[in-house]
């Protein structure tokens, strides 16, 4: 009869201990801070502050350029000239303003 209730003991030990290392690993996977899914998110979030760097230097080098473009050596007074008729809104009646984008 003792040999029975340490079998049976020792079966829902082992029982527990299993559901518990199932628990451990399932959380451990999943709702860690280093999970699969934070792993996956970071990876995305990587991706699109990646996408908006290569943005943000696109944007740079058309502002060098613009600024080498306005440099004192380079100064183009047709380009100025077209800059404030373009911002400030001085376009006069028979001014015909083209505007190419770059």
Not at 42 to 63: A, C, G, R, T, V
Request: glycine residues 0%.
């Amino acid at each position: 009869m003792i040999n029975y209730f340490r079998r049976e003991f020792a079966k829902l030990f082992l029982s527990v201990i299993v559901i518990i290392c199932i628990y451990n690993s399932i959380n451990l996977t999943f709702f860690n801070e280093k999970s699969v899914t934070k792993i996956i998110e970071l990876n995305e979030n990587i991706l699109l502050l990646n996408q908006e760097l290569l943005d943000l230097q696109h944007i740079e080098e058309k502002l060098m350029t613009k600024i080498k473009f306005l440099s004192y050596e380079t100064l183009n007074e047709d380009y100025v000239s077209e800059l404030a008729q373009k911002n400030l809104g001085m376009i006069k009646e028979d001014n015909v303003l083209v505007i190419l984008d770059e």
